[in-house]
């Protein structure tokens, strides 16, 4: 009887270790299981961002374009923690020259670089590799106190060219003009001047200077008289958009062709691009940034013009 009793008793408790083992083992399989779901999470992807990317990219120039390449870059190093992305401004002019040099890897430019970098620097241009990422329209901007609403080309050119020196002498007010401009480095000075006005212009006396698209922004604002120029993407109430020709820098005319005052957003490299470089550029071109970014901040897809322009200026309908 007590050899039994023995037996039963030993036979319960082998029972109970299997029964732990087993449970042991369950624990550790969804334990090990956890361990490859998060390794299978942290396993790079074959994507735009490219998760196993590390480095550094330098990028300068247009100020246009920067608050677009600043925000995408945010998004681009958010999924890709080794990847460290620096935007400068400068000008149009600035990154082009600095990417020439190899001084930068991204020159951003509101400008085709054969039209900036000519005669000695000629051939460096031919260096350099155009990656169009979107489409920026330039308008006229007064202090809100100008009082005026729309100009035409022929008064723009008086007034850019010191013709014209008063507002009353275009409907507004009884104020004198204050120019606020971009200095002859500046792609959106250049676009303003090749297709608003139709010709390059002197630095009159008199005349504000600055290299930054927001500064311009706030000294028309708080410059009686003044006027300017920005991209759209710069716009809000503390200035005023003017018409041009009577027609509305609004993104539907740039699509459309009827609003001339536009240029295409180029990101150069100097040659291919390295592989963060690249992935970071196509970052650019996917529909999260295209339908995202570019749209919310006012430029424009390029995918969605109507129209299209050479380096000569030329417009065709595609």
Known sequence: MQFRKSWIM???????VALSACGNNGNNTATNNGGNNAAATNTPTESSSGSDLSGSILASGSTALQ?????????????????????QGGGSGTGLTQVAEKQVDIGNSDVFAEEKLKDADAEKAKALVDHQVAVVAIAAVSNPDAGVDSLTKQQLVDIFTGKITNWKDVGGADQAIQIINRPSSSGTRATFENFALGTKTEDLQGSVQEDSSGTVKKMIGETPGAIGYLALSYLDDTVKTLNYDGVEPSVDNVISGKYPVWAYEHMYTNGE??????????????DEVQNGDVVDLGYIPANQMQVSRDVEGNVTKK
Not at 67 to 87: C, K, R, T, W, Y
Not at 278 to 286: C, E, G, H, I, V
């Open 10 to 16: 030993a036979l319960a408790l082998t029972s109970v």
């Open 273 to 286: 691009p390295n592989e963060i470089v690249k992935a970071f550029l196509d970052y650019m071109l996917t």
């Open 67 to 87: 608050p677009l390449v600043e925000q995408v870059a945010e998004s681009f190093m958010d999924a890709n923690n080794g990847v460290d992305i620096q935007v």
